[in-house]
């Protein structure tokens, strides 16, 4: 009886799969996305960055408050943590927007993800958070 070995058989795979539909799972296809009838190419770019810009300033803000609250050990390690997720978000986006190899469509991938990266990074600590934000905050 003879056996096969197939060691590349589930990269192939991956790669059929992911040749059959590349940009569905990408952040600016989601279907929380924005921007979805800002057309194509430039527009589309553009509306993303403001989008990633807004959700930053609401990071920053979302942050500002949650930091202005806490205990000092508590606001170092949520500091140290912000500059690890920061670092994670924009090297992760770094890698989607590669996956268009310096083609048009990595213009709108980057914003697209930090946006959606970003906007998630909110709930998550105003799930952490925010209860001290209402009890303690101004």
């Known amino acids: 009886m003879m056996i096969f070995k ?3 058989l589930p990269a192939a795979v991956l790669v059929l799969l992911s040749a059959v539909n590349p940009l569905h799972a990408q952040h600016m296809n989601a279907t929380d996305a924005p921007c979805k009838v800002a057309g194509t190419g430039v527009d ?3 509306c993303l960055n403001r989008a990633a810009k807004k959700a930053d300033a609401d990071l920053n803000d979302a942050y500002r408050r949650i ?18 997720w920061l670092t ?3 090297q992760t986006c ?5 996956l268009y ?9 980057y914003p697209a993800c930090v946006e959606a990266l970003t906007r998630h990074r909110i709930r998550d600590l105003k799930t952490t958070y925010w209860w ?7």
């Open 44 to 46: 589309q770019a553009n």
């Open 101 to 109: 190899e310096g083609g048009t469509g990595g213009l709108a991938a």
């Open 88 to 90: 994670y978000r924009d």
């Open 94 to 98: 770094a890698a989607e927007r590669d």
């Open 132 to 138: 001290k934000v209402e009890k303690f905050g101004a």
């Open 67 to 84: 930091i202005e609250i806490l205990a000092s050990g508590d606001r170092q390690k949520l500091r140290s943590a912000e500059r690890i």
């Open 6 to 8: 197939f060691p590349y």
